[in-house]
């Protein structure tokens, strides 16, 4: 059993940053894969960010070069620093986690492959 606690949402001006946190605990937590989501009102809830413990990562187009995700040594905590933000940015984000570990491929971000999830951290982006 792994919980996820996220951090860090809030407003922020279009064009602006802003950094989250995901706080992991629970037993064999380097077995596990853990990514980013996002859920705008309305929408369906898409995968933002991915990185493999082989190092790799992978981001949905719409983040690419804005967003980067990070995991500290022990595997206990994910990040996601967000710059240019932009409106369309704006949703609850949450933290995922799933019990294998695989390189990064188109289902990394899908949320299917996620058994775990944090409760989320809102992000509003104004124009």
């Known amino acids: 059993q792994v919980q996820l606690v996220e951090s860090g949402g809030g407003s922020v001006q279009a064009g602006g940053s802003l950094g989250l946190s995901c706080a992991a605990s629970g037993e064999g937590l380097s077995r596990y894969s853990m990514a980013w989501f996002r859920q705008a009102p309305g929408k369906e809830r898409e995968g933002v960010a991915y990185?493999?413990?082989?190092?790799?990562?992978i981001y949905a187009e719409s983040v690419k070069g804005r967003f980067t995700i990070s995991q500290n040594s022990a595997k206990n905590s994910l990040y996601l620093q967000m710059n240019s933000l932009k409106p369309e940015d704006a949703a609850m984000y949450y933290c995922a986690a799933a019990p294998r570990r695989w390189l990064p491929s188109s289902s990394s971000l899908a949320q299917s492959e996620y058994n775990y999830w944090g409760q989320g951290t809102q992000v509003t982006v104004s124009s």
């Open positions: 990185k493999s413990v082989y190092g790799g990562t």
